[in-house]
């Protein structure tokens, strides 16, 4: 089966443009969450979806960061007006979700630059 | 707020040689405990988990770790590193009860040499 995917694997972003990160979860799992991972840091969480709903984004660093999983699958998390501290690798997990722990299965990230 | 430190940045092993990863957790209860690993361009994969009961663990490729709560410790080690072992480590923390949000480490880079 298909792990988790994101697109694109790399993305080169001049500062003030926008751009859109996409993350294609593992079919079936009810929990998606976004890290950031900057260089030489581990990843930080940034927001958690359960099916569509957002139940946390208090990792969000501004109100340029927006994410969203209408359909409780799919899930793309947009940032406005990029700044080079954006600049990072954006990671996406899945997991099938529920009150008890379920393992969470990352993709392999997008590697975001701000130039 | 919990943290979770990993205290050696980088570390350097021969092939064959055992291996031993630090972390150490800071929370008001016991978390739920975690080690993943990630290699370059690679996604994080899971190593081990701890959720309670036995306080040692095993995990995938060889790997083990132990709690110890006294010591809010979760140190990960392999008796025999593989070349192939060479990658960044991370200890992660999650709070019991809930499919939450990980606290990660800021990593151990783990080079092996021949």
């Known amino acids: 089966g298909a792990g988790v995917s994101q697109s694109p694997r790399y993305k080169v972003a001049k500062r003030g443009q926008d751009v859109a990160l996409r993350c294609d979860p593992i079919?079936?799992?009810?929990?998606l969450f976004w890290y950031q991972q900057a260089l030489g840091q581990g990843p930080e969480f940034l927001t958690y979806f359960q099916n569509e709903a957002q139940l946390d984004k208090s990792g969000l660093p501004s109100d340029r960061f927006f994410a969203e999983r209408p359909e409780g699958s799919v899930s793309t998390l947009k940032i406005q007006r990029t700044q080079q501290e954006d600049s990072a690798v954006y990671l996406c997990?899945?997991?099938?979700?529920?009150?008890?722990?379920?393992?969470?299965?990352f993709g392999p990230g997008t590697r975001l630059t701000v130039l | 707020a919990q943290s979770v430190t990993q205290p050696d940045i980088h570390i350097t092993v021969s092939e064959g040689a055992s291996l031993e990863l630090r972390c150490n957790y800071s929370?008001?209860?016991?978390?739920?405990l975690f080690w993943y690993v990630q290699s370059p361009g690679q996604g994080l994969q899971l190593l081990l988990k701890y959720f309670s009961g036995d306080t040692l663990v095993q995990g995938i490729k060889g790997f083990e770790a132990e709690f110890k709560r006294s010591q809010s410790s979760f140190n990960l080690r392999k008796p025999s590193v593989h070349w192939s072992d060479a990658a960044e480590y991370f200890c992660?923390?999650?709070?019991?009860?809930?499919?939450?949000?990980?606290?990660f480490g800021t990593g151990t880079r783990l080079q092996v040499t021949l």
């Open positions: 079919s079936g799992h009810v929990s």
């Open positions: 929370y008001g209860a016991t978390p739920y």
């Open positions: 997990a899945s997991s099938l979700g529920g009150f008890h722990y379920n393992e969470q299965f």
């Open positions: 992660a923390v999650g709070l019991t009860g809930t499919a939450s949000k990980l606290t």
